[in-house]
């Protein structure tokens, strides 16, 4: 569990690269450059952590892109305190930035597998989820509802009407809606009934999967 200088280095060049990428936020910046990335992938690909790609996790899932992580967050347009829901914790890695943020973050994953290891490891660096949930991002945390925002961390094939209804007036959804190839998707609620949507290029995620526990 060692974050080193050269670890530190390694970021700051990450961060170079994302924000020659099209990231300016510095907020999300210099939460890229603090998260210990290394620290969320297995020993095996510890060389690899701080390329911005994507790298394999747990239960056939992967850690995201940093830059995709970046691009997300960047949309999320995440102010302190603000009350966020993810879909699909992963590694952690995205909950981790957006605890960074000084959101109270709500994470759900639906492989038990990855929600325990998870579980256990936010806590030992330091990081602090209001609640980490096993179950079926499909359906959202309607207890928990409603949220400054939703980022859904896996490909949807489409749009889960749960996610929509537990956003606040004003409230942001960022989702990547699609099948083989997603199209990153930002919905607004504007009102009770009125949702604004933008689209922002494609990426690649994992497929965001029915419930099967
Ligand atoms: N945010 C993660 C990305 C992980 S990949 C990170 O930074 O590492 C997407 C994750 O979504 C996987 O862990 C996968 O198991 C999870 N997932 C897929 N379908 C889901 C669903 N219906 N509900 C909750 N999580 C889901």
Do not use: W
Request: glycine share 8%; charged share 30%.
């Amino acid at each position: 569990m060692k974050d080193t200088f050269k670890h530190k280095g390694l970021r700051q060049k990450l961060v170079a690269v994302v924000k020659e990428k099209g990231i300016v936020d510095e907020k999300v910046l210099n939460a890229i450059g603090t998260v210990p990335r290394h620290l969320f992938m297995d020993s095996g690909f510890l060389d690899y952590a701080y390329k911005d790609m994507a790298f394999p996790i747990a239960a056939d899932q992967t850690i995201s892109q940093p830059y995709t992580v970046a691009f997300q967050t960047e949309l999320l347009q995440v102010k302190k305190d603000d009350k966020i829901l993810e879909i699909g914790t992963g590694s952690g890695y995205q909950t981790a930035v957006l605890l960074e943020l000084g959101a109270r973050v709500y994470s759900i994953e639906r492989q038990q597998e990855l929600f325990k290891k998870t579980s256990m490891f936010l806590p030992k660096i330091g990081y602090r989820a209001k609640k980490l949930i096993f179950g079926d991002g499909y359906k959202g945390l309607e207890e928990e509802a409603p949220f400054d925002s939703i980022i859904v961390t896996a490909g949807a094939p489409f749009v889960p009407k749960a996610l929509l209804g537990q956003l606040k007036i004003g409230g942001r959804l960022v989702i990547p809606v699609g099948d083989a190839v997603q199209t990153m998707t930002l919905i607004t609620r504007k009102g009770e009934k009125e949702f604004e949507q933008e689209e922002f290029g494609e990426f690649r995620f994992v497929p965001l999967l029915e419930d099967r526990n």
